[in-house]
């Protein structure tokens, strides 16, 4: 009677009081209404983990709450979600997008700060330019023209409008959405913040591809650790600081006065400046990123990434940027402008920084080295020559483009390095061990060391630069042309070798030419490259399939004075002198099917090697919920003649069953089988003792096998774990979260990984993955001479061990 009378005074008292907003507020407050105490815990909490309620009759799967308590309750709360600034907003609406944005590495990195930038503060698509739409993922040129067109046609209103653009494609268009807006509110006048820390005790990932992946670091403590943080004031600068220690780094600090502070990137950008009919796009001054054309004359990253076209997920921007990446050998400190002005675009820049190098006992240098992680103590101890900061280099350069018309582009480039040491290749004295001096240029396995010998020299003056002592200069041209549903792209590009400026009758080229055909459900690409052996240029980033010295002697690092001079190769950035051409395609020729189409072929311009690959992938969708994938993959190395001993064939399966439940729940298995077979080799197929088959050593092919399943569940919106269990054998690539691995076990393993996600808050998120692989035990054989004829197999004592290994990854993300 009591919980009656007070339940019928509280209705009076706040008949005209404000209700009580269920989803954002208080326990105190919902303790106020007229239920008991525990309804009131259990209503809190159910808000807090389960929430935000959207029907008031959601309450009822609480235990404890009757229909006559939602009766009671109706006229006393609301269901409304709490409001937010409009750059709050967009980001949570979009989070799916941005917490896989956080996670990226590798040569996308540095973009992910203009797409969190025009996220929070998107523009009017009525005043979007070519360059604004070309930094999307999935816009293709002949989207981007198709923008341009529907300006000039009127004013574009709302989504329909946009979407109604003449070759415009459906996937453009879901990719652009989020990115623009529609009204005059101008969101580019506001402030907002964004700030990123990573731990992790793996290697960065490099590139998303099983043919690059991760490097080998000397050592796994301390562990992987970075800051990011931008902050930006309305539409006019914005101002960026980061902290990168790769793993078994040591901190790096300068000196700031009379304080030490970590050493990192800074950047601080003014923005929309207009200086009469010239418009200042963007003003930097610290670190900062270029890129020009396709990547053949520039593009500063220190990763390397396969096939990347710059269409799709690989997206390369024309311009310079503030940059907060892990890119450390090739980023850029120092001032950098990008100005437009009618049918011109440029932009310029000006890099004074200290680079690791390779150096020599005469104190020339022999090649710049990406390392991981920067140290001069390598694998067998101190070296004999640092390369830490050992050359100072002064790069400036600039693009000019313009624009006849909406995709029709033509664009000149230039840069030049200057170095304050003189530039002299001294592979066999410097890199290679004494005793293998004899295997460089000679090895039958090593046929691409004629890549090594191509390698630039140069001893140069300049009046530019009073300590300059060598020099690297590059030109270059580029163009793009859409025409309709076709777009066509082309970057030709010189190395100025013999320092004459207007005379290239000798100087080595690159040539990439790509044409790429769109309608709504099926497109085509193609690439052309064709790289001269000389081309050695250490900012191209353009289109191949390997990394430079593949098959070269770097790849034996048992060869080299000390491992740590293998990252001349599996560090590289830049890609391999080839020629080939590669075609892409994708068609949805039924509801339910989708069909990926690419094939590659090519020579290796070192040794004439001839490669093949070819994937197919086919997703099938006999339901919205249901999806399965099949992904398979042939490769090879083309034999010159049967007794060629490097030639290979690759054949690799994946298939992938998921199962989509409610609330962006998801169950996923997964199978792997994959072979690779090598030439026979006579001495490790024939026993040299008695000359009888099979020996007991070598291997004329490789096979990996792997299944698994994985697990997604999202508690709320705010919170949600995700597994994986997997056994395999042998060579294996995942997506594991937001981590590209690539790991290898020679005997049955199990590989069991769990991350989980929460956002706290608006503006906070964290995520933590831990990752365990463990082998079987392993047992190496020795093949005794004394009983050959026998064919025993002894088991050599302490041998025997126990593969096992854990790393963990910690991720935290504020923004508003």
Request: net charge negative; charged share 20%.
């Given at each position: 009677?009591?919980?009656?009378l007070?339940?019928?005074?509280?209705?009076?008292?706040?008949?005209?009081?404000?209700?009580?907003?269920?989803?954002?507020?208080?326990?105190?407050?919902?303790?106020?209404?007229?239920?008991?105490?525990?309804?009131?815990?259990?209503?809190?909490?159910?808000?807090?983990?389960?929430?935000?309620?959207?029907?008031?009759?959601?309450?009822?799967?609480?235990?404890?709450?009757?229909?006559?308590?939602?009766?009671?309750?109706?006229?006393?709360?609301?269901?409304?979600?709490?409001t937010?600034?409009?750059?709050t907003?967009r980001?949570?609406?979009?989070?799916?997008k941005v917490?896989?944005?956080?996670?990226?590495?590798g040569?996308?990195?540095?973009?992910?700060?203009?797409?969190?930038?025009?996220?929070?503060?998107?523009?009017?698509?009525?005043?979007?330019?070519?360059?604004?739409?070309m930094?999307?993922?999935?816009?293709?040129?002949v989207?981007?023209?198709?923008?341009?067109?529907?300006?000039?046609?009127?004013?574009?209103?709302?989504?329909?409008?946009?979407?109604?653009?003449?070759?415009?494609s459906?996937?453009?268009?879901?990719?652009?959405m989020?990115?623009?807006?529609?009204g005059e509110?101008?969101?580019?006048?506001t402030?907002?913040?964004?700030?990123?820390?990573?731990?992790?005790?793996v290697?960065?990932?490099?590139?998303f591809?099983?043919?690059v992946?991760?490097?080998?670091?000397?050592?796994?403590?301390?562990g992987?650790?970075?800051?990011?943080?931008?902050?930006?004031?309305?539409?006019?600068?914005?101002?960026?600081?980061?902290?990168?220690?790769?793993?078994?780094?040591?901190?790096?600090y300068?000196?700031?006065?009379?304080?030490?502070?970590?050493?990192?990137k800074?950047?601080?950008?003014l923005?929309?400046?207009?200086?009469?009919?010239?418009?200042?796009?963007?003003?930097?001054v610290?670190?900062?990123?270029?890129?020009?054309?396709?990547?053949?004359?520039?593009?500063?990253?220190?990763?390397?990434?396969?096939?990347?076209?710059?269409?799709?997920?690989s997206?390369?921007?024309?311009?310079?940027f503030?940059?907060?990446?892990?890119?450390?050998?090739?980023?850029?400190?120092?001032?950098?402008?990008?100005?437009?002005s009618?049918?011109?675009?440029?932009?310029?820049?000006?890099?004074?920084?200290?680079?690791?190098?390779?150096?020599?006992?005469?104190?020339?240098?022999?090649?710049?080295?990406?390392?991981?992680?920067?140290?001069?103590?390598?694998?067998?101890?101190?070296?004999?020559?640092?390369?830490?900061?050992?050359?100072?280099?002064?790069?400036?350069?600039?693009?000019?483009?313009?624009?006849?018309?909406?995709?029709?582009?033509?664009?000149?480039?230039?840069?030049?390095s200057?170095?304050?040491?003189?530039?002299?290749?001294?592979?066999?004295?410097?890199?290679?061990?004494?005793?293998a001096?004899?295997?460089?240029?000679?090895?039958?396995?090593?046929?691409?060391?004629?890549?090594?010998?191509?390698?630039?020299?140069?001893?140069?003056?300049?009046?530019?630069w009073d300590?300059?002592?060598?020099?690297?200069?590059?030109?270059?041209?580029?163009f793009?042309?859409v025409?309709?549903?076709?777009?066509l792209?082309?970057?030709?590009?010189?190395?100025?070798?013999?320092?004459?400026i207007?005379?290239?009758?000798?100087?080595?080229?690159?040539?990439?030419?790509?044409?790429?055909?769109?309608?709504?459900?099926?497109?085509?690409?193609?690439?052309?490259?064709d790289?001269?052996?000389d081309?050695?240029?250490?900012?191209?980033?353009?289109?191949?399939n390997?990394?430079?010295?593949?098959?070269?002697?770097?790849?034996?690092?048992?060869?080299?004075?000390?491992?740590?001079?293998?990252?001349?190769?599996?560090?590289?950035?830049?890609?391999?002198?080839?020629?080939?051409?590669?075609?892409?395609?994708?068609?949805?020729?039924?509801?339910?099917?989708?069909?990926?189409?690419?094939?590659?072929?090519?020579?290796?311009t070192a040794?004439?090697?001839?490669?093949?690959?070819?994937?197919?992938?086919?997703?099938?969708?006999?339901?919205?919920?249901?999806r399965?994938?099949?992904?398979?993959k042939?490769?090879?190395?083309?034999?010159?003649?049967e007794?060629?001993?490097?030639?290979?064939y690759?054949?690799?399966?994946?298939?992938?069953?998921?199962?989509?439940?409610?609330?962006?729940d998801?169950?996923?298995?997964?199978y792997?089988n994959?072979?690779?077979?090598?030439?026979?080799r006579?001495?490790?197929?024939?026993?040299p003792?008695?000359?009888?088959a099979?020996?007991?050593?070598?291997?004329?092919?490789?096979?990996?096998?792997?299944i698994?399943?994985?697990?997604?569940?999202?508690?709320?919106?705010?919170?949600?774990?995700?597994?994986?269990?997997?056994?395999?054998?042998?060579?294996?690539?995942n997506?594991?979260?937001?981590?590209?691995?690539?790991?290898?076990?020679?005997?049955?393993?199990?590989?069991?990984?769990?991350?989980?996600?929460?956002?706290?808050?608006?503006?906070?998120?964290?995520?933590?993955?831990?990752?365990?692989?463990?082998?079987?035990?392993?047992?190496?054989?020795?093949?005794?001479?004394e009983?050959?004829?026998?064919?025993?197999r002894?088991?050599?004592?302490?041998?025997?061990?126990?593969?096992?290994?854990?790393?963990?990854?910690?991720?935290?993300?504020?923004?508003?």
């Amino acid at each position: 009677m009591r919980l009656i009378l007070s339940s019928l005074f509280f209705v009076l008292s706040t008949g005209f009081a404000q209700k009580i907003p269920l989803n954002y507020t208080s326990f105190e407050e919902i303790q106020s209404l007229p239920i008991t105490f525990e309804q009131a815990e259990d209503i809190y909490d159910y808000v807090m983990f389960q929430g935000p309620v959207i029907s008031i009759y959601d309450l009822l799967d609480i235990p404890g709450i009757q229909p006559s308590t939602i009766q009671l309750l109706k006229p006393l709360i609301t269901l409304e979600k709490q409001t937010a600034t409009k750059q709050t907003s967009r980001l949570q609406d979009s989070y799916r997008k941005v917490e896989n944005w956080t996670s990226t590495e590798g040569a996308n990195e540095g973009l992910i700060e203009v797409w969190l930038d025009r996220l929070a503060e998107p523009i009017n698509v009525n005043k979007a330019t070519y360059d604004d739409l070309m930094s999307l993922q999935n816009v293709s040129p002949v989207d981007a023209v198709a923008v341009l067109n529907r300006q000039k046609e009127g004013s574009i209103n709302y989504p329909k409008a946009l979407r109604g653009a003449t070759n415009l494609s459906y996937w453009g268009y879901k990719n652009m959405m989020d990115f623009f807006t529609y009204g005059e509110e101008d969101l580019t006048k506001t402030s907002h913040f964004w700030y990123n820390a990573t731990y992790k005790t793996v290697p960065s990932t490099t590139s998303f591809d099983e043919e690059v992946g991760t490097t080998t670091p000397l050592s796994g403590h301390p562990g992987n650790l970075q800051h990011k943080m931008s902050y930006t004031s309305g539409s006019f600068w914005k101002f960026g600081y980061a902290y990168h220690r790769q793993m078994g780094e040591q901190n790096r600090y300068v000196d700031f006065g009379p304080l030490n502070i970590p050493e990192g990137k800074y950047a601080l950008t003014l923005r929309n400046l207009s200086l009469g009919k010239i418009n200042i796009n963007r003003l930097i001054v610290g670190n900062f990123s270029a890129t020009m054309g396709q990547g053949v004359v520039f593009e500063s990253t220190d990763f390397f990434a396969p096939r990347r076209s710059g269409y799709g997920w690989s997206r390369r921007v024309v311009g310079v940027f503030p940059d907060l990446s892990q890119s450390f050998e090739y980023a850029l400190r120092g001032v950098a402008v990008q100005a437009s002005s009618g049918k011109l675009n440029a932009f310029g820049f000006v890099s004074m920084r200290p680079r690791d190098a390779v150096m020599n006992l005469d104190s020339t240098f022999s090649s710049l080295i990406t390392l991981y992680p920067r140290t001069d103590i390598g694998f067998n101890g101190a070296l004999l020559y640092p390369m830490m900061n050992q050359v100072n280099e002064l790069t400036f350069g600039g693009n000019l483009r313009i624009m006849f018309t909406p995709g029709m582009i033509l664009g000149f480039s230039s840069y030049e390095s200057l170095y304050d040491r003189e530039l002299s290749p001294q592979i066999a004295r410097t890199v290679i061990e004494t005793s293998a001096e004899g295997k460089y240029l000679t090895s039958i396995g090593n046929t691409a060391d004629t890549e090594i010998e191509a390698m630039y020299a140069s001893s140069a003056e300049s009046p530019l630069w009073d300590d300059a002592l060598a020099m690297r200069r590059v030109f270059g041209m580029d163009f793009t042309a859409v025409i309709k549903n076709l777009a066509l792209q082309g970057e030709y590009g010189i190395l100025d070798k013999d320092g004459i400026i207007g005379n290239f009758s000798t100087d080595p080229r690159a040539l990439v030419f790509s044409a790429y055909l769109q309608f709504n459900s099926l497109n085509f690409l193609i690439v052309y490259r064709d790289y001269d052996l000389d081309y050695d240029n250490p900012y191209q980033r353009s289109f191949s399939n390997y990394q430079r010295y593949k098959g070269t002697i770097f790849e034996d690092t048992f060869y080299l004075e000390d491992p740590i001079y293998g990252f001349l190769y599996s560090a590289a950035a830049q890609p391999q002198s080839e020629r080939g051409v590669y075609f892409s395609s994708r068609y949805q020729f039924h509801r339910q099917f989708v069909v990926s189409t690419d094939f590659d072929t090519w020579t290796r311009t070192a040794d004439n090697a001839r490669y093949y690959r070819s994937v197919v992938k086919l997703q099938f969708r006999p339901v919205f919920n249901y999806r399965f994938n099949i992904r398979q993959k042939w490769q090879m190395r083309a034999a010159y003649n049967e007794m060629d001993p490097s030639t290979f064939y690759s054949r690799e399966t994946i298939i992938r069953a998921q199962l989509r439940l409610s609330r962006y729940d998801n169950l996923e298995l997964l199978y792997v089988n994959s072979t690779v077979d090598f030439t026979n080799r006579r001495r490790l197929t024939i026993d040299p003792v008695t000359g009888r088959a099979p020996a007991l050593v070598g291997s004329a092919g490789v096979g990996s096998e792997a299944i698994g399943f994985k697990v997604t569940h999202n508690f709320t919106d705010r919170l949600k774990i995700m597994s994986q269990a997997m056994i395999y054998n042998g060579f294996i690539w995942n997506f594991e979260d937001t981590d590209f691995r690539v790991f290898d076990s020679p005997t049955d393993a199990l590989r069991w990984w769990v991350s989980i996600f929460s956002r706290l808050g608006d503006n906070w998120a964290v995520r933590v993955k831990w990752t365990v692989d463990t082998g079987l035990p392993v047992t190496n054989y020795a093949f005794a001479p004394e009983n050959a004829t026998a064919y025993v197999r002894e088991n050599m004592d302490g041998l025997t061990g126990l593969s096992e290994s854990s790393d963990i990854r910690i991720q935290v993300d504020y923004a508003f």
